[in-house]
């Protein structure tokens, strides 16, 4: 029976499958067994020569050293035997299934806010792309109509498959915080007769002093909760950043909000710096191109 070669390319650097496939392969595999998340093939090429290269220096070291296999997708090296040309790989999601694209989810409800961070990642994506080993494409959301609230599968497919997805997330409204209580409803004594028991029993001794300085008056706690007001971000910037947020790496989001002194309140989501951006918008032109270079760092695009 035939032998059939299978291409495997080392996936040192960032590369998308598109450019991987070619270039000359760096491992011709046999495969002999294809499991669920594993794969178990026998190497054609020369032990000397596997010996020699690079992803094999890594390997010894301790290093993860993937690949992308012809038709199968991306592995791991789990093991391998010189003498034999046996190895084992195990089922990954590589950076090389990623496209060279920065997909951008403007807001427009706020148009001045709109405008400045669009011209900065506009300015900052240009400076990057002069910088870049592979070509880079800024992809920007279109625009749904009102009664659409599904994003389509070719929306989907490119948040997903970028490298960097980045949302402006710059509110546009406010509205009030939700009110447990309402003064010509409830009186005192129902507020804190939801809170009875052997503590505000205790109120009058120093033990219980202590502990009512700690939870303070349930008034003027439910009278604070009641006038915190809530930032509301575009409706499309929260559906996409909703779909990125579950489909991609938290490395790989970028939240964008610019600060707005005429709204204050409580903003809806809270990602890690730097995966969330707040500034102002003569902070946004000398934060973002460092954010973004340490954001893309790990594909070893830039020299």
């Given at each position: 029976?035939?032998?059939?070669?299978?291409?495997?390319?080392?996936?040192?650097?960032?590369?998308?499958?598109?450019?991987?496939?070619?270039?000359?392969?760096?491992?011709?595999?046999?495969?002999?067994?294809?499991?669920?998340?594993?794969?178990?093939?026998?190497?054609?090429?020369?032990?000397?020569?596997?010996?020699?290269?690079?992803?094999?220096?890594?390997?010894?070291?301790?290093?993860?050293?993937?690949?992308?296999?012809?038709?199968?997708?991306?592995?791991?090296?789990?093991?391998?035997?010189?003498?034999?040309?046996?190895?084992?790989?195990?089922?990954?999601e590589v950076l090389a299934q990623l496209?060279?694209?920065?997909?951008?989810?403007?807001?427009?409800?706020?148009?001045?806010?709109?405008?400045?961070?669009?011209?900065?990642?506009?300015?900052?994506?240009?400076?990057?792309?002069?910088?870049?080993?592979?070509?880079l494409t800024l992809v920007t959301s279109p625009r749904l109509k009102p009664e659409i609230t599904?994003?389509?599968?070719?929306?989907?497919?490119?948040?997903?498959?970028?490298?960097?997805?980045?949302?402006?997330?710059?509110?546009?409204?406010?509205?009030?915080?939700?009110?447990f209580v309402n003064s010509d409803d409830h009186s005192r004594e129902e507020i804190t007769g939801n809170f009875r028991g052997s503590l505000f029993d205790n109120l009058g001794?120093?033990?219980?002093?202590?502990?009512?300085?700690?939870?303070?008056?349930p008034i003027e706690k439910a009278h604070n909760f009641s006038n915190s007001r809530q930032l509301v971000p575009s409706p499309q910037a929260c559906l996409e950043l909703g779909f990125a947020l579950q489909s991609k790496r938290s490395e790989q989001i970028l939240l964008i909000k610019l600060d707005r002194p005429d709204l204050q309140g409580n903003?809806?989501?809270?990602l890690p710096s730097p995966q969330q951006l707040s500034c102002t918008s003569t902070e946004l032109e000398n934060s973002l191109p460092t954010v973004l270079e340490s954001l893309l760092q790990k594909f070893n695009l830039f020299s």
């Amino acid at each position: 029976m035939a032998i059939i070669a299978l291409k495997a390319w080392y996936l040192g650097d960032y590369e998308p499958i598109a450019t991987l496939e070619q270039r000359p392969p760096d491992l011709r595999l046999s495969r002999n067994s294809l499991l669920r998340s594993a794969l178990r093939a026998d190497f054609l090429d020369d032990s000397n020569h596997v010996r020699e290269t690079e992803w094999f220096t890594r390997y010894l070291a301790g290093e993860a050293v993937e690949f992308y296999i012809e038709g199968s997708g991306g592995y791991g090296v789990a093991n391998i035997d010189l003498i034999s040309h046996e190895i084992y790989f195990t089922k990954l999601e590589v950076l090389a299934q990623l496209e060279p694209i920065i997909y951008y989810c403007p807001q427009v409800e706020y148009p001045m806010g709109q405008e400045l961070v669009t011209t900065a990642l506009t300015n900052v994506f240009q400076q990057l792309q002069q910088k870049s080993r592979l070509p880079l494409t800024l992809v920007t959301s279109p625009r749904l109509k009102p009664e659409i609230t599904r994003l389509s599968s070719n929306q989907l497919r490119q948040i997903k498959r970028s490298l960097l997805f980045i949302v402006d997330g710059t509110p546009i409204a406010q509205v009030p915080g939700s009110s447990f209580v309402n003064s010509d409803d409830h009186s005192r004594e129902e507020i804190t007769g939801n809170f009875r028991g052997s503590l505000f029993d205790n109120l009058g001794d120093p033990v219980g002093d202590s502990i009512s300085d700690s939870i303070g008056d349930p008034i003027e706690k439910a009278h604070n909760f009641s006038n915190s007001r809530q930032l509301v971000p575009s409706p499309q910037a929260c559906l996409e950043l909703g779909f990125a947020l579950q489909s991609k790496r938290s490395e790989q989001i970028l939240l964008i909000k610019l600060d707005r002194p005429d709204l204050q309140g409580n903003y809806p989501f809270d990602l890690p710096s730097p995966q969330q951006l707040s500034c102002t918008s003569t902070e946004l032109e000398n934060s973002l191109p460092t954010v973004l270079e340490s954001l893309l760092q790990k594909f070893n695009l830039f020299s």
